[in-house]
């Protein structure tokens, strides 16, 4: 059987990355979420076990010991990982793992798993990505600049993906993240352990 693939969704916050993965689950049965680790609170709305696992930062520490982590990062003062024993079972069972994860995190996965497929989420400009970090618009511009910093952090990481998303129409953003999944499943090396009998049966 062939092994699933490991999706790797990277993107500044502010760019939709969210709609995205949630409309691209919604899409295609066979793509399972990872659930990260992490010792930030939950916000409004977020449930555990679906979102995250939220854990204390003792016992994240205790797991990062036991090295239970795929890959972890600290990310905004909290910590946050990928649980290593989940990831392995769900890729040799087949099925496609989609990860949500910063860049730090990513260069961890594509270590291990130098196959895990990039994706990296732009916005359509800096102006639309201030506008969607205002959103609520309760945030003190310190605070704003402060996000657009770390946004433009995470965007200097885009040359390490595989492909590249700009989300400017959302409906054409999910579509390319539906097709680069599709694509993704199509390399020669997964179809021939997939159709051995009948390339085989094919070239005669
Ligand atoms: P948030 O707190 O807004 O949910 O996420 C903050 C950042 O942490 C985002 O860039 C998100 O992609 C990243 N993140 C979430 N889960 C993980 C994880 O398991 N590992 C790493 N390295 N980053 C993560």
């Given at each position: 059987m062939a092994k699933g693939n490991l999706y790797i969704v990277t993107a500044p916050s502010g760019a939709g990355k969210t709609t995205l993965v949630k409309a691209l689950l919604a899409a295609d049965p066979h793509i399972q979420l990872s659930v990260s680790f992490t010792t930030r609170a939950p916000r409004e709305g977020e449930v555990n076990g679906r979102d995250y696992h939220f854990v204390e930062r003792a016992e994240f520490e205790r797991m990062i010991n036991n090295c239970e982590f795929l890959e972890y990062a600290e990310v905004y003062g909290n910590y946050y990982g990928t649980s290593q024993t989940w990831i392995n079972s769900v890729i040799e069972s087949g099925r496609d793992i989609l990860l949500e994860i910063d860049w730090q995190g990513a260069q961890q996965v594509r270590r291990l798993f130098p196959d895990a497929i990039g994706i990296f989420v732009l916005p359509p400009s800096l102006d639309v990505l201030e506008q969607r970090l205002r959103g609520?618009?309760?945030?003190s511009d310190e605070v704003i600049a402060r996000r657009m910093k770390v946004a433009r952090e995470e965007i200097?990481?885009?040359?390490?993906?595989d492909y590249v998303i700009v989300n400017e129409h959302v409906d054409d953003a999910v579509r390319d993240i539906i097709a680069v999944v599709r694509a993704g499943r199509l390399g020669l090396a997964q179809q021939s352990e997939r159709h051995t009998a009948l390339i085989s049966a094919l070239k005669g």
């Open positions: 609520r618009g309760k945030d200097s990481h885009v040359d390490e993906a």
